[in-house]
């Protein structure tokens, strides 16, 4: 019988390169590090998604669901690989259970880690209880707790959304764009507005990136239908007066400085590369690009080739994703892992 494929990651990647291997009769062995699948937008508890609008709950929920149906995938949770050893068709892993996996090729679904706000001081997270990030906000809808300040659990009367939070910013090192929190900010947005109609929502932005058909569904539908007001600028900081935070900075428009108090302050926080990169580059020999994201091999021909011939790569592993792209890069590197178990000789 071929050997299984060796999927590091439970989060949406992981799980589509999962079921795909397994739909066309391969055997999967799912490691992921946490207790439980889903990756993301489970283990953070995300709210709606975009584009599609559905609750993460339900929609990732439901692709976790059928790979802990499917007999051929047999799940590793609170797992990692510590050694992986081998050529491609005859790889051997030892995970931290202490249990050994024969795999003929490897995909990494590793993802990637929220960049965490205290590396930003200046603008008030962990200082003032009444910043929080997108992910907290995602917290509040989908526990169904809805929108307050963590501070008194008061509803917030105005809210300042402040974008590229660990994003494009050179001081900090994260040069890269997120790809996908100015589209999330616009729908987290509408989502308050529509809860709370008489709060005021601001988002602070240096360009707006609801890129493709997000433009229209996102951007102009939150400017049109929800009222929220953009305003361009550099932020200097975030301090409070006692009962409101202040955001100070400049607007870029006009060139003036502004300052504005609001009851709640979110930062839209980007995606960091995963912080156990370089273990998992040295256990699996393959190589990092400059940022830290595993490095992709091509381009091109074989979407998912990392560095080293039989382990391939998929999702926020390779850099900021979204949720579609990182199922379609699941999918792709497991047709491309599924053809290396092909050709390895059958054991005797
Ligand atoms: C606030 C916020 C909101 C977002 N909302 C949306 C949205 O609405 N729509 C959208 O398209 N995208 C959204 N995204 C992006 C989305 O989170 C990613 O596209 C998606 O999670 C990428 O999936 P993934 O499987 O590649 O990685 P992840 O979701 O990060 O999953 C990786 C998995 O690998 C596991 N893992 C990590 N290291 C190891 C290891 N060493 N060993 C074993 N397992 C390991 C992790 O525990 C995790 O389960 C959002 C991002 C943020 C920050
Ligand atoms: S998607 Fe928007 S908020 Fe996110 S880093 Fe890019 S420009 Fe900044």
């Not at 439970?10 to 992921?32: D, M, N, Q, T």
């Not at 202040?246 to 302050?265: H, N, S, W």
């Not at 790569?313 to 053809?339: L, Y």
Request: proline content about 5%; glycine content about 10%; aromatic content about 8%.
């Amino acid at each position: 019988m071929d050997k299984p494929i060796l999927v590091v990651g439970g989060g949406p990647a992981g799980l589509a390169a999962a079921h795909s291997l397994a739909s066309i009769g391969s055997r999967v062995a799912l490691v992921e590090k946490e207790a439980r699948l889903g990756g993301a937008p489970i283990l953070s508890g995300y709210a709606k998604l975009v584009p599609s609008g559905e609750w993460a709950k339900d929609a990732i929920g439901g692709m976790v669901k059928r790979v802990e149906a499917n007999d051929l995938i047999s799940i590793h949770t609170s797992s990692r690989v510590e050694e992986f050893a081998g050529a491609p068709g005859d790889f051997t892993a030892r995970l931290s259970s202490g249990s050994t996996v024969d795999a003929a090729a490897a995909i990494l679904c590793t993802g990637f880690t929220h960049f965490d706000s205290v590396n930003k001081p200046e603008w008030g997270f962990g200082t003032f209880p009444d910043v929080v990030t997108t992910t907290q906000v995602e917290q509040m809808i989908s526990s169904g707790r809805g929108i307050r300040c963590p501070s008194d659990g008061r509803r917030p009367q105005r809210v300042a959304i402040l974008l590229c939070v660990g994003s494009r910013d050179r001081q900090i090192g994260r040069e890269w764009c997120s790809k996908i929190c100015c589209t999330v900010s616009c729908n987290i947005a509408m989502e308050i507005r529509e809860e709370l109609p008489d709060c005021h929502v601001y988002i602070y932005y240096m360009d707006i990136r609801t890129y493709g058909l997000y433009e229209t569904k996102y951007y102009w539908r939150s400017q049109e239908e929800f009222k929220v007001k953009y305003i361009k600028a550099r932020i200097a900081e975030v301090t409070s007066d006692g009962q409101k935070l202040i955001v100070k900075g400049e607007d870029t428009l006009v060139k003036r400085p502004i300052t504005i108090p609001f009851d709640l302050v979110v930062h839209a926080i980007g995606m960091d590369p995963n912080v156990e990169n370089p273990a998992l580059a040295r256990v699996f020999g393959v190589k990092l690009q400059e940022h830290g994201h595993i490095a992709k091999a091509n381009a091109y021909c074989t979407l998912g080739e990392t560095s080293r011939e039989g382990v391939f790569v998929a999702g926020a592993a390779t850099g900021p994703e979204t949720i579609d792209d990182s199922i379609a890069q699941g999918n792709a590197a497991a047709m491309a892992a599924f053809a290396i178990g092909r050709k390895a000789p059958v054991a005797a």
